[in-house]
């Protein structure tokens, strides 16, 4: 095996090339072929010095011999040997210089505009057409009642419900643990540290519990189903079933709503307990509250109402988490890399939507006057 | 160790090599040797480990006993920087041509060339370009994405991808499955004419009769955990062991050999 680097000399209007011509050794060799200077009216190119030549190597003397006939010089290549006489031939019949190869498609800043805006107004119209076939199969099966898939929809409970409930747990526990430091410093310089039972109380309920369960659930469950559907397409799983007859939206889309229908407000309760609770410890660690005090507030400052308002929220969540995560389920194609886009795009546009829909809530509750 | 004069160098050589998962074995005491330039095919029922032997032999697998030594040098004693460097010096094409589904089929060609490389880009977009067209697509091919290309495509985009750095030994994992009759032996052709412009030694794994006869030098059939028989195809077709006969003297196996007969 020859181990040199590739090298060349001219002489006398011969070109000697010596040394591996292979892809590994070439690096700046093909820049130094074209700066050189050419005189004389014919070149010889002797390779009885190569080693070893790949079809890298052959190329590179093949462009310079193209270059060098394009300028009217005459080129003789001398002492190939057989294998690489193969390369050149290969070389000449199949090379095309990068302006022969068709341009790679480059998009203006005004088209991909455009192409967005239209992917856009599609995703969007796409998700209508997905809600209302989604809400056509569950009329359906709601007038027969046996075609229900009740064991996928408590297996979708336990993975969406029961497995969250360290994560949420611990998540809403910290938070009324952050909430209650950051405000029973204020309100102690007032001498009003009771009232943190109820900073902490109605933050918990009406708004954080559900928004954190939401996002958690966003991430955990809803990026789940995307990729879940998404690799089914990719193996033409979800082909496979419509064949046999099982209609994809009935066991796949419809469990998967209907358990995270039950188990995101359930979520939400037990994260409005652990929110209070980790209030409850701090404000008893931090400001002396004693919890009987503090449970007695709670119960003046903390209405039922405000704790439906929070857990009325979470079904609202849980609908618009399934159907985006199933949805970009199934609007992967093709390829790996396109399940791991439409897990990401389900994720980022079920978190959006959560936020977005709890900001629309809060307008209307105070229009209303809850 | 090293072969010089007459006799050709060994590119694989196997020995002992045994294979078990859990209390299953593979295959048991495999010797054999491939030398530079054959062709040579395994064969062998579903299930007789034809493709694990190809795994342990790519260094995807480690066999349970055994070496394996690739251009001389023993596989399971190399650090990782030397298993790279023995790497590039082969190349694989996958059964259903595992070309990465983000890349253009010209950028998965391209993409050996550029990690192991220091060649410019638009170097390397143009050696992309000649294996593509060896390998029989047009150059506007090169811009499309794996999944839309059609299967006897892929294999053949897969091919041009596995010969991107001129490798000496190439492996083909059942090259012709999938494939119709007429793109099945418009691929066998490819093989023939790859070898004939690059002349790498290639190892193929197939259950295509039609391919053995066209383009194998050598075949071995894997059969009871172990070699049953090595030989050209001419040979184990006429071999009267019954455990032969009853792979190539099939119904299937007649028609190969009436077809490569007429041809």
Known sequence: MGNSA?????????????????????????????????????????????????????????????????????????????????????????????????????????????????????????????????????????????????????????????????????????????????????LRLYGASIFVADLVGLSMLRELAPIITAIIVAGRTGSAYTAQIGTMKVTEEIDALRSIGVAPLELLVLPKVAALLIALPLLTVYADFMGVLGGMVMANVQLDLSYTTFIDRLQDAVSVKSYLVGVGKAPVFAAVIAIIGCYQGFQVTGSAESVGRRTTISVVQSILAVIVIDALFSIAFSYLEI | MNDQGTERERVIEVRGLTMRFGSKTVHENVDFDILRGEVVAIVGGSGSGKSTLLREMTMLQRPTAGTIRLFGQAVD???????????????????????????TVLENIATPLLEHTRLERTLVDELAAIKLRLSGLAVEDGQLYPSQLSGGMRKRAALARAMALDPELLFLDEPTSGLDPISADALDELVLELKAALGPTIVLVTHDMDSLWRIADRVMLLGEGRLLAVGTMAALARSTDPAVARFFNGPRGRAAMMAAGAS
């Open chain 1, 6 to 186: 590739p090298r060349f000399e001219i002489h006398a209007g011969r070109l000697l090339c010596k040394g591996d011509w292979t892809a590994r050794r070439l690096a700046g060799l093909p820049r130094q072929l074209r700066r050189q200077h050419w005189p004389g009216e014919s070149l010889i190119i002797d390779l009885g010095g190569i080693e070893r030549m790949d079809t890298s190597g052959a190329w590179v003397l093949e462009k310079l011999r193209r270059r060098l006939t394009a300028g009217g010089r005459r080129v003789l290549i001398e002492h190939a040997s057989p294998e690489t006489e193969r390369l050149l031939l290969l070389a000449r019949t199949k090379g095309l210089e990068r302006e022969q190869l068709p341009p790679v498609p480059h998009m203006g800043a005004l088209e991909s505009l455009g192409r967005q805006t239209i992917a856009s107004l599609r995703n969007a119209v796409g998700l209508l057409d997905f809600i209302g076939d989604a809400a056509l199969a569950a009329a359906r099966l709601l007038l027969h009642p046996g075609r229900i898939r009740w064991r996928e929809i408590a297996h979708a409970l336990g993975e969406a419900g029961h497995k969250a409930l360290p994560i949420v747990g611990l998540l809403a526990f910290l938070l009324g643990i952050v909430i209650t430091y950051q405000g029973g410093v204020q």
């Open chain 2, 77 to 103: 004693r190399l650090d990782e920087r030397q298993r790279l460097a023995l790497r590039r010096r082969f190349g694989i094409l996958f059964q259903n041509g595992a070309l990465f589904g983000g890349e």
